[in-house]
Every structure is written in C-alpha cells, then in structure tokens.
C-alpha cells in the first residue's frame, strides 16, 4: 500500500546507496564504533551468528557515550545496569532459540519526552527536575515487548520547542558533523565553541546520538519537524508516520493534535522496522489515546502498485511524484536546490513520472503554525505548577545527573506545609518563570494571547482555518493520482551556534523558518520521510563542516 510505495521506493532503489554509501551517517571519534555502524538488520545478523552478544553491543554503546559526552552532550540520562539486565535477558533468550524479532537485544536511545519507567523524564526543562516516570509510554512499552535494550534518554529543546536543539536546561547538543572532514579538530572543540555546528530540534539528542553510532536506532517526536529537522541536520534517515499510526500515551503533550511520536535511524529499513512494532492501539485492550488508528486496511490498488516497484528494470515505473512549486523560496540555498533537482531526476530515471503540482495555501502554514502550537501548549503546559511535582522556587531541584541509576531520587514539588503564605498566583509565577526557559515562556504567552476571549476569533479561529485549507490542498493534489511529494527538508543544511546567535538574538522568529517545509505534514497529518541525499560543499561552510542535505517525501494518509 502507499507505505511499502513511499518506504519501498527508498529500499530497492538508488536513494538506498546514498542511505547506505554516499552520505556518512555518523562521526568517527574513534575505531570503538564500527561494531554500531551496522543497521539493525545487520546487528541482528551478527547477534544471531554469535558474531557478537547484546551485553557486548552494550557495553560498546556505553562506552561510546562516555566517550564522546563532552562534545556531544546527547544524552541527559542513562541507565546503564539496568541495560546491561536487558541485554542479558535478550542473550539469554536467543541461546533458548526464543528471540523477540529483529530488536531483540538491539540498543535504543529515548527522547527525553517519553516516560521510561524508572528513568527521570523532563522533557529537558527545569520544570520536570526530579520527576521519575511510574509507567511506560505506549510506544515504549511496545518496543521494550519486542526486546530492546533501553540504553537512556536524549537531550531535546524544552518541550520540544525549538529547532536547533538550544532550548534544553541540560544544553545544547552538538551535530557530530562538526567533527567530520580532513581539517576537523584534534581533539574535538570544548561544547561552548561557537563554530560547532547545531543538530537540528527538537529531537536534536536522538539524531546525534544515532549519527555518532551511540545506538542503533533512537525514538523521538514531531510536532511540526522535530524529527525530520534533525535527522536533516545530522544524515540520518527520519519517518514521522502519520497522526495517529502510533499511539501518544506516555508523550508529554506539547501540541496535543500535532504531536507525533516519530523515528530516527540510520536506514529507511531500520526506521520501517521500529515503525511496525510500535504501530497500534495501546496495550492490554485499554484506550489512552483516542485519536489512535486500530490498523490500516491497503487500498488494492496501492497494493497492487507496491508489488509492481519490486519487478523490472525501471523500479519506479508508474509511480507518480509531485514536486510542489511554492516550495521553490527565495531563501532556499543554492547548494539545496541543486540537490532536489537531482533528485528528481533519479526519480526520472528510474522510471517515475514527475508532475509540477500547487499547493496554494503552503505559505500561510507557518503562521498557522505558531498560532495553533503555543495556543495547545499554553493549554497543556498550564498543569506544571510546582506544587505536585518539578521544580518548586521553595525547594530547589536540579536535573538529574548523566548515567544516573534507577535508584536516583531527587526532591521535586513542595509540600503544603512548607508553603509560605502568599497568593496563589504569585506562587505560580515564581514556579513557572524559573521552571520554564524564555521560548518556553514567549510561546505560553501567545497562546494565552491568541485564545483570549479578545483575539479568538481574530487569530485562532483564522489559523484553524488554514489549517483545513492546506489540508484540503493535499487532498487535491493525492485525488490526482499523485503518490508522492517530493521536497526538501529545510532551507539550509546545519547551522552554526554563531549564526543562531547572530540571527535568532536578533529576531526570535528567524528560528522558525527552520520549519518552513516540514510543518505542513504535521497540520495535515500526513507522513513524511526525511533521507539523506548528498553534502553541502559550499564556500559556506569550512572544511570541517561539510554537512549532509536530505530531502523529504510526502505521503497520503494511507501512508505509514
């Protein structure tokens, strides 16, 4: 159906050696890595063969955490007795002949976002410090049932708000690509060094962790690119399914009807893979999320299409891609349009038809955006307050510390008996003006301000209406017998900490231009793909900042 056509063109095809060959997927810091450089089909293999054992796969992945933690700052909390438990269990399983499936025994980093059970869960804010998760996210939940190896929780921009990974209290973390080309420094820059590069945001932690061969796969979210941004950013390959595939119980809400769990690996094979094992309702016949799809039933005609990719020697033969004309900004670089030409005509040759096709109302969708986003948000973040849990201003906490165990416990909220008098609003903004960080606090205060009873109809109401505009734009452009859309990612490849500065202290709003072309996915709620597809060798960046370009294809609903 339109997933195995929008994930099996990718496969079969010529994207498959960019996504294994032409574009590096990780930065080299030492040869510790190589045994992680596989896909998951390929550590599967060796763990089958007794090439190697989980616990060793482990081990490895600690190791290299440890190692490259100061200049890369990925990850916020692990657990690594407890993973080494996992890892046991699964090498024990597979000596029984009893395997879980492919993950089985397979390292997996978690978005700070998720609850873990057992592990602190602050979706990288002060607000959270000291908050243990009691239960597993869905998806989570699920993954673990098929065997990984839960190795920690991922550096993000605070609540997911932001697309350069800067945004975290834990801070910010560093694209690995920093580290790539013949005149990149020995030994690597200290994290404050300006000419880093960014990793993208908000799943900035998952992305380089999977880039660096920290894991082998790693979950994350997307609300309006936190996904595909990153993945961009760092040269791996980032699926955001569409809304609903994949259940959001145990994702702390940001935007509640945009907010997608979503994965980042290092081939579209391994992102297909975590992708049906977490697919699906919630576990146990109870319903937590009630905007989750119970399956998908493929069209016959899209069935009937995705076998034909498989056969002749035009792969792509019949397969119809639009390539979208308000897409073609003057803000694109030079370097990202060469590389969507050519991919488009890859696609030409291998036998796809190219159609030009409109989607009229794309540049009202960033607007839209940031109006509906911190409207949910104010909403949703209204229930941190500090005195059930997270950070209290009358009992300080700070975030856990790096590789903390399960049995770390940090104080967090405030008891009523050690309240002072005041009133409660006072109380309130005290707990939430430190708790919270300043995009955190500047989006609260739009949505405040766009569901006041003064501006509702003047910016809400508008923005829910363009929303159903650029749906119904993609609507029309699939009832074409359009397959796919073909796009880039972003307008530019990885960005400086310097040109942040420069830029974003200067306006805030440069920030989300980042997302100009992944935010209609999610308004739409419609699956998207993000794959590498070349470097960006542009006088632009130094030597030791040549840096991947990906692009992205857009999928029907019927798409995963």
């Known amino acids: 159906y339109m997933g195995t056509v929008l994930i099996g ?22 040869s510790v890595a190589r045994p992680l450089n596989l896909s998951i089909s390929e550590v599967h293999q060796h763990l089958e ?20 933690h100061p200049h890369l700052n990925s990850f ?75 190795l920690g929780k991922t550096n993000m921009d605070e609540f997911g708000m932001g697309s350069a990974n800067t945004n975290s209290a834990f801070g910010r973390t560093i694209n690995p690509w920093s580290y790539m080309g013949p005149n990149s420094p020995s030994p690597p820059k200290p994290q404050e060094d300006d000419s880093l590069l960014c990793a993208g945001g908000s799943s900035g932690g998952s992305a380089a962790a999977v880039a660096a061969s920290l894991c082998s796969g790693a979950l994350g979210s997307d609300t309006g690119g936190s996904i595909r941004l990153p993945a961009s950013y760092c040269g791996v390959v980032g699926l955001k399914p569409t809304y609903g595939r994949l259940s959001r119980y145990g994702l702390i809400s940001y935007a509640s009807s945009l907010d997608c769990p979503a994965v980042l690996a290092r081939t579209v094979q391994d992102a297909r893979l975590m992708l049906h094992t977490m697919e699906g309702k919630d576990l146990d016949g109870v319903e937590h999320d009630s905007t989750c799809l119970s399956g998908y039933t493929p069209l016959a005609s899209q069935s009937n299409r995705a076998k034909n990719l498989a056969s002749g020697s035009s792969p792509l033969k019949g397969l119809v891609v639009g390539i979208p004309k308000e897409y073609l900004i003057k803000e694109l670089d030079d370097s990202i349009h060469k590389l969507w030409s050519e991919g488009i005509q890859w696609l030409k040759d291998a036998g796809a038809k190219i159609v ?49 165990s399960s049995s770390f416990a940090s104080p967090s909220g405030t008891s009523l008996e050690k309240l002072p008098a005041m009133p ?102 419609l699956p998207s793909i993000s794959v590498p597809c070349g470097l960006d060798d542009s006088q632009k960046k130094t030597p030791s900042h040549r840096t991947s370009a990906h692009r992205e294809l857009f999928g029907g609903r019927h798409a995963p």
């Open 356 to 404: 030009t096709v409109s989607l009229p109302h794309t540049s009202l969708a960033l607007p839209a955006y940031y109006i509906i986003a911190p409207a949910e948000a104010s909403s949703n973040l209204s229930r941190y307050d500090g005195i059930r849990y997270g950070y209290s201003s009358f009992n300080e906490s700070n975030p856990p510390p790096l590789f903390c």
């Open 9 to 30: 063109l990718l496969s079969m095809w010529k994207v498959r050696s960019l996504v294994f060959g032409k574009v590096p997927h990780r930065a080299s810091f030492s």
């Open 76 to 150: 916020v909390a692990c657990n690594e007795e407890s993973a080494l438990q996992q890892a046991a269990q699964a090498d024990k399983r597979r000596i029984k002949g009893k395997s879980l499936g492919k993950l089985d025994g397979v390292p997996i980093a978690v978005k700070d976002n998720f609850n873990v059970e057992g592990f602190h869960t602050t979706a990288s804010s002060k607000a959270l410090s000291g908050y243990k998760s009691p239960y597993d996210a869905t998806v989570v939940k699920k993954l673990k049932r098929a065997g990984v190896v839960i």
């Open 424 to 525: 409660l609003h006072e109380l309130y903004e005290r707990n939430r003006s430190v708790g919270f960080g300043d995009e955190v606090q500047r989006r609260i205060v739009i949505g405040s301000f766009v569901l006041s009873s003064r501006s509702y109809q003047a910016y809400f109401e508008k923005a829910q209406q363009i929303r159903r505009k650029v749906t119904g734009d993609f609507g029309a452009v699939f009832q074409t017998n359009v397959d796919v859309l073909l796009t880039p990612v972003s307008p530019s490849t990885a960005l400086s900490f310097s040109q942040i500065k420069n830029d974003y202290d200067k306006d805030p709003v440069f920030g989300y231009l980042n997302d100009i072309f992944t935010i209609p996915a999610n308004l739409a709620g």
């Open 49 to 68: 063969n007794g090439a190697t054992t989980s616990v060793e796969l482990t081990k490895l992945c600690f190791s290299r955490i440890k190692q490259t």
